[in-house]
């Protein structure tokens, strides 16, 4: 079974920066990918940026050229790098990770950017 813990959430003024945090603790059947999702109030999770075990990346319209994914192997964690925040950024931020078995959730940390 695998653990994903979240950090790094918090309050940010608008054109801020913040680095969130995905820790990863258990034992993976190899690794597929690391994902970042977020949910705003009132509205569906979606999709912000996703890191495949190759290295390619994927990111949602709305972050391209100001969120980063990555991931630290020796650490276990991965993270997301979010620049030039937004109001309409703000939501709840899940991590997630999937290997050749499952696929495993965080608890979500919340960003909140105030304009």
């Known amino acids: 079974q695998v653990q994903l813990v979240e950090s790094g959430g918090g309050l940010v003024q608008a054109g801020g920066s913040l680095r969130l945090s995905c820790a990863a603790s258990?034992?993976?059947?190899?690794?597929?990918?690391l994902g970042w999702y977020r949910q705003a109030p009132g509205k569906q999770r979606v999709m912000v940026a996703l890191l495949a075990y190759d290295g390619s990346t994927n990111y949602a319209d709305s972050v391209k050229g100001r969120f980063t994914i990555s991931r630290d192997n020796a650490k276990n964690t991965g993270y997301l790098e979010m620049n030039s925040l937004k109001f309409e950024d703000t939501a709840v931020y899940y991590c997630?990770?999937?290997?050749?078995?499952?696929?495993?959730w965080g608890q979500g940390t919340q960003v909140t950017v105030s304009s």
């Open positions: 997630t990770v999937w290997d050749t078995k499952s696929i495993y």
């Open positions: 258990g034992t993976m059947s190899g690794f597929n990918g």
